[in-house]
């Protein structure tokens, strides 16, 4: 989908934002892998006994397929509410990076802090990986409302997915279960890998991914923090560096 210039007139109001950024649900690779992402969840979510509703509030409300796959397991293993919290809120953590770079990017002088409220809990790793892509197209005071719609259609997705994978769940077998997860990782690693301009940006995802095999070796349960912090750092350096280079 090719979005229309910065100075269109398609791009006056907000109601236009939110159209163009529903529409671009449908340009993502992203969302076939997040339907069939939700599939399983749907299914995981009815063979632990929760009811479809349950299934329903849990995409809406935790939008995380990791964390909504922590929250079933727990509670499904018979764990208390507060340690099912707990497991969600530090797999959750993992996504504070993100919306503290997408916020940046739509946030205007005026911007009210409520205006977005929304943005950030739409911010899972599918919206901010498409952010990069799609927000230098458009106009500043239409980010935030075009970020809604994104965020509304891919929500949207997982909803519809998670209705057909409960109904469906008698007829997926496990083996499907498995592929389905790790489809999600291979899919946000070619699109981030896509999304990547810079040095840095190449140097830090390459480096990640050398680094978590050995960060697995300490068995610390925070083996991807880890790595990312590392290669992060690394990265970060080299490109302070190759500035100070330039304009030595």
């Known amino acids: 989908m090719t979005l229309p210039p ?14 163009w950024g529903l529409r ?8 076939p892998v997040l339907f069939v992402t939700f599939i399983g969840i749907g299914a995981l979510a009815h063979d632990s006994g929760f009811s479809m509703l349950w299934a ?22 018979g764990v208390t509410i507060v340690q099912a919290a707990i497991a969600v809120t530090m797999s959750a953590i993992r996504l504070f990076p993100m919306v503290v770079s997408v916020l940046p990017l739509v946030r205007r002088p005026e911007t009210r802090r409520r205006d977005l409220v929304l943005v950030a809990h739409f911010t899972a790793v599918t ?10 197209h458009v ?31 008698a007829n997926l077998s ?3 279960g498995a592929a389905v997860l790790l489809l999600t990782p291979l899919a946000f690693l070619f699109s ?15 480096l990640g991914l050398v680094f978590y095999p050995l960060a ?25 560096w190759r500035e100070r280079r330039e304009f030595a």
């Open 139 to 169: 106009p500043r005071e239409g980010r935030i409302a075009f970020v809604h719609g994104l965020g509304t259609g891919l929500v949207s997705i997982g909803f519809v997915a998670t209705i057909i994978g409960y109904l469906l769940a």
């Open 192 to 206: 981030t890998a896509r999304n990547s301009k810079g040095i840095a940006d190449g140097l830090s995802l390459g």
């Open 127 to 136: 919206l901010w990986v498409e952010c990069y892509r799609f927000l230098p």
């Open 216 to 240: 697995a070796l300490l068995n610390s349960g925070v083996d991807i923090l880890v790595s990312g912090v590392a290669a992060g750092t690394i990265a970060f350096g080299v490109h302070k």
């Open 6 to 19: 910065l100075d269109s007139p398609r791009w006056h109001g907000a109601m236009r934002a939110f159209g």
């Open 56 to 77: 329903i509030l849990s995409t809406v409300l935790v939008w995380a397929g990791p964390a909504q796959i922590i929250l079933v397991s727990t509670l499904g293993s």
């Open 174 to 176: 496990q083996t499907f």
């Open 24 to 31: 671009a649900t449908s340009a993502t690779i992203l969302s």
